[in-house]
């Protein structure tokens, strides 16, 4: 089976400066994939990266980057230069393959990230 | 702007009420999910539609029905709920089906905006 951990209950930032959010998982699975979403308090799960298992280079999509450490099996989350509206809980989750068809997700906990003056 | 719509936003209804949440996407993705998250808790998994046919279900109680009327549409229907029930239930879309052992790029899989559901 497989399991995403996120130790980060909480975290806070200064504005403008750089964050990083720890994900670490656990699959025997050779092939899966890893994302990032932010969820802010009006609910809605808001994509932000994405990194297969099989791509050689860490994903970047503007602030955000994938600092994606195979052996190690983690996947943290870099968001650089911190807004206000970054404020949010962030969920890192895995892919698995599902027999059937569909794709089946499974969350980390998630970091609840505060963006201070 | 999600690509994924829901409705309504918020729901409240009786014990002995029958209400159906619906959700929309013109992506031309083949496969819907609805997810039920409670609050401080990371979403779960409770139904998964690839080309129109469920594929997953996670033992989730009969009260909720599902149905997929095409590859665009995904409803939850609701009857007797509990209290317990109130959440918010994400609906969310994906390309296709489940990638093979390799080209797993894509595939992301979006989500709407959510519905707040209250039992009382």
């Known amino acids: 089976a497989q399991k995403i951990t996120q130790t980060q209950p909480g975290m806070f930032v200064q504005e403008k400066e750089a964050v990083t959010l720890d994900c670490t998982y656990d699959?025997?699975?050779?092939?899966?994939?890893l994302f990032w979403y932010k969820q802010p308090s009006s609910g809605e799960m808001i994509f932000l990266i994405y990194?297969?298992?099989?791509?050689?280079q860490n994903a970047t999509e503007g602030r955000y980057s994938l600092n994606f450490q195979k052996a190690r099996k983690s996947a943290n989350l870099v968001i650089s230069a911190s807004q206000l509206g970054d404020s949010a809980m962030y969920f890192c989750?895995?892919?698995?393959?599902?027999?059937?068809?569909?794709?089946?997700?499974?969350f980390g906990t998630g970091t609840q990230l505060k963006v201070e003056l | 702007d999600t690509e994924v719509t829901q409705t309504p936003k918020h729901l409240v209804m009786g014990m002995t009420n029958k209400k159906s949440l619906k959700c929309e996407q013109h992506?031309?993705?083949?496969?819907m999910y609805w997810y039920k998250q409670k609050a401080k808790k990371p979403p779960e998994l409770m139904f998964v539609?690839?080309?129109?046919?469920?594929?997953i279900n996670e033992s989730v109680p009969s009260r909720f029905s599902p149905e997929c009327p095409n590859s665009s549409l995904l409803n939850l229907h609701l009857h007797a709920l509990q209290p317990e029930d109130s959440a918010l239930y994400l609906c969310?879309?994906?390309?296709?089906?489940?990638?093979?052992?390799?080209?797993?790029?894509?595939?992301?899989?979006?989500f709407g905006e959510g519905s707040w559901l209250t039992v009382v």
């Open positions: 969310a879309s994906s390309q296709g089906a489940s990638a093979g052992s390799k080209g797993l790029s894509g595939n992301t899989i979006y």
């Open positions: 699959t025997s699975d050779p092939s899966y994939g």
């Open positions: 990194q297969g298992s099989y791509d050689q």
């Open positions: 989750a895995m892919r698995e393959k599902v027999t059937g068809g569909g794709n089946k997700l499974t």
């Open positions: 992506m031309g993705h083949r496969a």
């Open positions: 539609y690839s080309y129109e046919k469920l594929s």
